[in-house]
Nanobody
Framework: QVQPVESGGGLVQPGGSLRLSCAAS????????TNWYRQAPGKQRERVAT???????NYADPVKGRFTISRDNAKNTVYLQINSLKPEDTGVYYC?????????WGQGTQVTVSS
């Protein structure tokens, strides 16, 4: 059973930064497309960033210029660097590696932006 594990969330003040990590045994992120999603309280889960197997990245409009997705193949870890945090970035952030019918979700990591 593949279970991505997210980490790095926490409570941060507006304008602050966090780096989220996603690790998973049993898969190689280098051959997966990996998405980061977030779910705010009372809202639907939304995709915020994607990195393909070839390294192409894509971002949702609300996070462009503030979020950066990256991957370290040697560590088999995908990261989400979040800068200039806003209260509306609050939510649970999930890592979602996909390859064909393989579609895995982690338990998420909580990000709370508040003064």
């Amino acid at each position: 059973q593949v279970q991505p594990v997210e980490s790095g969330g926490g409570l941060v003040q507006p304008g602050g930064s966090l780096r989220l990590s996603c690790a998973a045994s049993g898969i190689a992120f280098s051959i997966y497309t990996t998405n980061w999603y977030r779910q705010a309280p009372g809202k639907q889960r939304e995709r915020v960033a994607t990195i393909t197997a070839s390294g192409t990245t894509n971002y949702a409009d609300p996070v462009k210029g503030r979020f950066t997705i990256s991957r370290d193949n040697a560590k088999n870890t995908v990261y989400l660097q979040i800068n200039s945090l806003k209260p509306e970035d609050t939510g649970v952030y999930y890592c979602n590696p996909i390859r064909g019918w393989r579609d895995y979700w982690g338990q998420g990591t909580q990000v709370t932006v508040s003064s």
